[in-house]
């Protein structure tokens, strides 16, 4: 019988030697490079390489937990920061529907990293939804120019209370 025969009829979930070797030695490492090029510019492809990575470790009996931690570790602060990147542009833009999507997932990736960002979503949040506002008003053609001089002033004022 040949190998490629004994391969094929090898039962369902059992890893021979020669395909654990080949994963470790030469899939994984390509793996967990792409996985950690994406981590690193906070690019959210990196999660389902590290999903991946993690499935395919478990399978085929190999202890990459360190590995993987780093690769999160870094993933999830530069995510943090990209995805306040896009809410600041999608706030500055009106555009609160994606701004808040990318707040939500900034949120979820500052948790799992203990990252306080609850200051900088405060900030953003203003500027989109004053901007929102202004935009919609200006699609009706309504002037609030002196609405938002008003509210500005009351937003300044307690600033001044609370600090």
């Not at 990196?46 to 937990?65: F, T």
């Not at 993987?68 to 995805?83: H, R």
């Amino acid at each position: 019988m040949t190998l490629e025969k004994k391969i094929a009829e090898k039962p369902e979930g059992f890893v021979t030697k020669i395909e654990k070797t080949v994963y470790k030695m030469v899939i994984l490492p390509s793996l967990l490079a792409i996985a950690r090029k994406y981590a690193e510019i906070g690019d959210i492809r990196w999660i389902g390489y590290v999903e991946l990575i993690e499935e395919d470790a478990k399978k085929y009996g190999i202890n990459i937990s360190s590995k993987v931690s780093k690769i999160k570790e870094i993933g999830y602060k530069k995510t943090v920061l990209s995805e306040l990147r896009l809410a600041r542009k999608y706030a500055k833009l009106g555009d609160v529907l994606e701004m808040e999507i990318s707040i939500e997932r900034a949120q979820e990736y500052a948790k799992k990293c203990g990252i306080d960002i609850s200051d900088q979503i405060g900030e953003i949040r203003k500027v989109g939804y004053r901007r929102a506002i202004q935009k919609y008003a200006e699609k009706c053609g309504i002037d609030i120019s002196n609405l938002m001089e008003e509210i500005k002033k009351i937003c300044r004022k307690r600033e001044v209370q609370k600090n």
